[in-house]
């Protein structure tokens, strides 16, 4: 590395994946490891946390030292790659390990993972969720070490085959155990914890779901405790879901009326069975679903996996990495899952397409939430009561044009322009009941396509629309 590139490093923050230090010490070697088991990383060691350049003595056999203790105290051994870089007459050296193949490292028993420019030590499922995917597996496909294979109902196994068939147009003349192993969802003659969650005979303590009807936060009217076999779970959650939605007629000329749930019971599909595939069930929590008067709420145990980020998700470009391959493997082998990944963005769609405002989605510190809204985007755009969006206060308004190439949020977000200029991003997230990173991602692109901009600077200025 030479002094220019160096020079510009410095100028830089400290982040996930560089790190400054006066000297070498074992925080130096956390930070090696906390690299490893992210995407690796440089430490800059001679350089001060205010980025001044203060050198360090060293020798060839101070340099073999230091790569001796971080081989030492590291496991599995880290070799970090060093240089050795002079400028302005003080030495400051460079080391640089790339992200482990073999997770998670660990120095001194301690396991670290970078985050931003901080190291953070790993809780114990993370460092089962590393060594894990490490080996390309997930803990569905472990051995149940309290359950046998006459804990599950062949007859579950015998209608998990005949979807199969139905789905392929396909014989499978196989008998269920043997078809089990054919798809290792049972391991060495041993039942898999997934095995036993998809076709558990009885009780099933570890798939507990409440599902209740409220009729005020502290009011049930209505509910249902399920603890037994996946499949069964979701088809028993979405027929106590339907049950309590409220229905309208539609005429359309036909002989027979056609019916029209408040809420779309697709998306109410697809919520649920994202919820049964990827739930943390290692957590002694429940999954809960709670159903208003205006809105139905769907949370589940654990977070999201493998440093998935809500942006992530609703940005729709991502790698989709799942905590229960052998679940969401079966799901898929009946058809109930088509891709992987695409759940997040099929739920908007369904939404949209409805005629329903997007629902709210939340990542919270012990789980996941997803809040599905009854209101529909006809009465969020014209509300008689709501002068903000009465379209009615500008009769050139393109919410009037019927051929406007603009969706929903965007008709709202011009609408709240023009009618306060100074409007904040953060009240145009709340109008649209969406995230605030949502929000952004709209307006960015609106001012893309020269449909609004900003006057002046971020803080003083203002919006205008110019289309």
Known sequence: MDKEKLLHIIQQDENENTEFKTSFNKEVIETLVAFANKKGGNIYVGISKIKNIVGVDINSESVQNWINEI???????????????????????????S??????????????????????????????????????????????????IEDIELEKVKNFIAQIERKTETKIALKPVVFLKKLEIIRKDKLTLGAYLLFAKDY????????GRFKSEITIIDSI???????????????????????????????????RFDYPVDAIREIVINM???????????????????RIEFFNPGGLYDGLTLNDLLSDNYTSKTRN??????????????RYGSGIKRIIDICNNYGIISPKFEELHSGFKVILFKEKINDTLNDPDDTLNDPLNDPDDTLNDPDAPLNNREQIIIQMIRNNKDVIQEEIAEKCNVSLETIKRDISKMQKDKIIKRIGSRKTGHWEVTK
């Open 204 to 211: 099933c303590l570890m798939s507990d779901v409440q599902v």
């Open 71 to 97: 081989k030492s105290k590291t496991t599995p051994a880290l070799i970090p790659d060093l240089d050795i870089i002079s400028i302005d007459n003080k030495t400051v050296v460079r080391l640089r390990v």
């Open 325 to 338: 391959k052998l679940i969401a493997k079966a799901f898929k082998e009946i058809g109930l899952i088509e």
């Open 99 to 148: 992200e482990y193949p073999i997770k998670p490292v660990s120095t001194q028993g301690k396991y670290y993972k970078r985050v931003h420019n901080s190291n953070h030590l790993l809780s114990t499922d993370e460092i089962a969720n590393e060594h894990l995917k490490t080996i390309n597996t997930s803990w569905d496909y472990y051995p149940s070490p309290y359950h046998t």
């Open 276 to 294: 049964i595939v990827h739930r943390d069930y290692r957590s002694s929590s429940a999954s809960i679903i709670k159903i208003f008067d205006n």
């Open 225 to 259: 405790s399920l603890n037994t076999d996946l499949f069964t779970e979701v088809n028993q959650i979405i027929a106590f879901i339907r049950k309590h939605l409220m229905v309208e007629y539609i005429i359309t000329g036909e002989p027979q009326r056609a019916e």
